[in-house]
C-alpha cells in the first residue's frame, strides 16, 4: 500500500467535491505527477476512472488511484488541503523532495464549487 496520507481536511473537501458533482460519483481521486518544472514536480489531483495498471487504495471512505510511474514521485507525501490566499486546492507536502517547497494545486472550477459549500475546511 501507497505511504501517502490525506490530511482530515483533504479527506473531507475530496469527499464533498466527489458528491456534489455528479460527473464524480463513484470515481475515485487521482494523484499523478504531470511534469517538472524549475521548482519541482507538478503535482495533480482530479476524479478519473482507474486504469488496469493504477495501484489503488482507500483512505476512510475515500478510494484513491494513482498511476506507477507517479507512485515513485509521491510516496511519503502528506496532501493537505488549503483555502488561503493562495487559492483553495490540495498542497502535496514531499518530504522526499530536499529542494521542494510545496506545490500548490487547484482549479478554478474546484474553487467555484467548494465556495458555495459550508461543510468544506476553511
Not at 476512472?49 to 510511474?69: H, K, Y
Not at 523532495?97 to 459550508?118: A, L, M, N, P, V
Request: charged share 25%; glycine share 8%; hydrophobic share 30%.
Amino acid at each position: 500500500m501507497p505511504n501517502i496520507t490525506l490530511t482530515s481536511d483533504a479527506l473531507i473537501a475530496a469527499l464533498e467535491l466527489q458528491q456534489s458533482e455528479p460527473s464524480y460519483h463513484g470515481l475515485p481521486l487521482r494523484l499523478y505527477i504531470e511534469g517538472k518544472g524549475c521548482d519541482g514536480f507538478y503535482y495533480g489531483a482530479t476524479f478519473a476512472t482507474p486504469e488496469p495498471d493504477d495501484v489503488a487504495f482507500r483512505q476512510a471512505d475515500l478510494d484513491i488511484v494513482i498511476d506507477q510511474s507517479s507512485l515513485e514521485f509521491i510516496d511519503g507525501s502528506t496532501i493537505e488541503w488549503v483555502n488561503d490566499e493562495r487559492g483553495t486546492g490540495f498542497l502535496f507536502n514531499n518530504p522526499n523532495h530536499t529542494r521542494y517547497r510545496g506545490k500548490f494545486y487547484k482549479r478554478k472550477s474546484w474553487q467555484e464549487k467548494f465556495s458555495s459549500s459550508s461543510q468544506l475546511p476553511t
